[in-house]
């Protein structure tokens, strides 16, 4: 339209019967419980948030630095779709230093961690093929597949005296010779769940039978708490070869507190790697040049900065289980991996509810547990990254608020 | 892995005899031949690269600055998977002021225009369902629903004196009832053609009378030098109403010069936007804060710079072809829209041939037709987003190939 016309409003056309909705397999993938429990607080004063994934600490100014420095010198254009050469070569290095030799060409830049995902399911499965996945789980991993046709069967820890256990036997004979690929998340989001090498060993041989692909969610591996200090949690990349059907998933989010940055990487054969640049370019194209130099900086000057926050967290998870250990009804175990503590309090057999109730009344901020599939019901999530007293203040509130329910029943 | 060992080399088990390659559906997706003949560069001095959709020009200071800003202010976390709402209500501003009413529940925030037809293609398409796309055209539009597992057949642009036009009819017969979505690129890319607003018109009622999808990707409609000054192209969001079947997609690439921030966005009908969330949540999840920031200063601020660009690129594709019209052998037209020339020239019938050939034998990086479609083969492209000495520059070495295979052949 010419600039110097009035815009016009468009002339709706009532010819058009049908209405605009998406497809039915969009339509039916869930939509987040948390941002519904969210929802239901909005508006409200004082509300304590503890139901997102996402620490409360800025990301610290040598990482922010990095991409302002990069922005001033103009590193504004397209950049290789699988990632700038430097970024590739660096986290090549950080990888084989954890997990054994890893070459660059093993290597994808992904924007963000979940795309990261999508791209390793895109690379894999098409309409109808069969896809298994351990739950409770973050939704994002089971519900991807389906955006492609796939369906998902879910084999679910099982929760007992030693916390959430994997039943092994129980998902070897759910990954059928027709099952095309399993999606694993250890450290595990919401349960702090964290698979054991021998488990990894049984998994990966079973998959290497029937050729099964693994798609390996460690985007949580540096946030390790049963080992000692600096260790990682055990990876499917410490016992796969790199050309075989192993893809792992990781993310600058959790361990650099990057959560915002959307930069993630793949460690995938290398046979991958052309087919991986073409659905790059048809994805996002690249991840942007000047958030890529601070990945960098993350890899190159971070190691310090990691290490102390996994110390905080577990400080965090250590206080944040006492505290609530105190607190009458609760059910709750230290995990080994992960931000979060997974636990069980009375109502939350309905713990959408129950989630919702608390952040109206309580004005406490929790995920609930079948935000993470059916298999999570009963439970509630907390994430504890952040500093004890604001844990304190929360558990206060909870702690009150269950007074308050217990009074009124009796 | 205990970060006090050496780490080890993954142990390589035999015992994995089936190799690791993509699904069938991504393997056929077509490799970029833009990047084949850069690559027939690779390590070659001196190369003047006109083969990629970009400006040769850093993002203005401003629009970096407004970035820098946001991460000093620590905006490093999550946001709205739609977008932040200042951003949100920018667009909606500028978006109205250009095509009439449109609110901010319309629009969304997504990780480049590329992501944005990954998005669209994702809410309409899945496995079996037909989709029709105009070429030439930019290989994206057409090999992202493929990914999904949908098949797209191609009405071809007809080339004559008036240089590129749609034949209507023949569009009209291809969207047949059965059709889902029509993806459609206006101004175009590779050509330049635009359709006009009668066109649209027709496009319209026909796909409104099938319950057609259409998908129109907009992002060089800033990008038009058919109308007067400061014009934009013909747009289906000044016809369509907002609540329709009509998905717009755009982006800052091009008319601010944010190539490398992936930044862009869509205008939809207000009843797709929970399930355009959610796909955004298993695609991105969101666009980093800052980044978008960034996209706010560009439309606040941004318009003197626009029009300017708009400007220097009209002048720049008068001069380009000015200059090729000069060369023998070369057929070129001035394109209404975008920032290619698509022009024919001696040896073009194989066209990726003749562009290694360029590349190798006279520094002149140009992208071959067949990048486009089989439609786009006996043309090659020429990105005019540069000054004019260097499209001199590029001129001249063409002229003295030209000469020198003329010779030879004489």
């Known amino acids: 339209m010419r600039d110097t016309d009035l815009p016009q409003s468009p002339i709706p056309d ?144 099982v929760y007992g005296a030693g916390g959430w256990q994997l039943d092994l036997q129980r998902l070897l004979a759910a990954l059928t010779p027709d099952t095309k690929l399993l999606m694993i998340n250890s450290p595990n989001n919401p349960t702090g769940w964290v698979m054991t090498r021998d488990e990894q060993r049984a998994v990966l041989e079973h998959c290497r039978r029937h050729g099964i692909w693994i798609v390996a969610d460690e985007v949580y591996e540096r946030l390790y708490y049963a080992g000692a200090a600096g260790e990682t949690a055990p990876s499917f990349l410490d016992l796969a070869a790199r050309d075989e059907r192993v893809i792992c998933v990781n993310s600058f989010s959790k361990a650099w507190l990057m959560t915002g940055w959307r930069l993630g990487w793949i460690v995938a054969p290398a046979a991958l790697m052309d087919d991986l640049g073409k659905l790059v370019e048809y994805n996002t194209s690249c991840s942007p040049a000047f958030v890529q130099q601070a990945g960098i900086a993350a890899l190159e000057q971070g190691e310090a900065l990691t290490r102390e926050l996994v110390g905080d967290l577990r400080a965090s998870r250590d206080h944040l289980v006492r505290s609530l250990s105190a607190v009458p009804g609760v059910d709750v175990k230290a995990p080994p991996g992960a931000m979060y503590v997974f636990f069980s309090l009375p109502g939350a057999s309905r713990s959408l509810e129950l989630c919702k109730a608390l952040v109206r009344d309580a004005r406490l901020g929790l995920a609930p547990g079948s935000a993470f599939g059916t298999e999570g019901e009963g439970f509630v999530r907390w994430c504890y990254a952040c500093d004890p007293a604001r844990l304190d203040a929360g558990v206060e509130r909870l702690q009150a608020w269950l007074e308050r329910q217990g009074a009124g029943q009796s």
């Open 14 to 157: 009532t010819s058009f019967p049908l209405t605009a909705h998406a497809r039915d397999a969009v339509r039916s993938l869930r939509p987040s419980q948390i941002r519904e429990v969210a929802n239901a607080g909005f508006g409200l004063p004082d509300v304590l948030p503890f139901w997102f994934g996402e620490s409360d600490r800025v990301t610290p100014t040598f990482i922010r630095d990095a991409a302002s420095a990069a922005l001033a010198l103009g590193a504004t254009f397209y950049t290789h779709n699988l990632g700038i050469a430097p970024l590739r070569d660096t986290l090549a290095r950080y990888v084989s230093a954890l997990h054994g030799a890893t070459s660059a060409d093993h290597v994808a830049v992904t924007s963000a961690g979940v795309n990261a995902l999508m791209l390793a399911a895109q690379l894999v499965v098409g309409a109808g093929d069969r896809v298994v996945a351990v739950t409770p789980l973050w939704p994002n991993l089971v519900e991807i597949p389906k955006i492609l046709g796939a369906h998902v069967d879910t084999v679910p820890l």
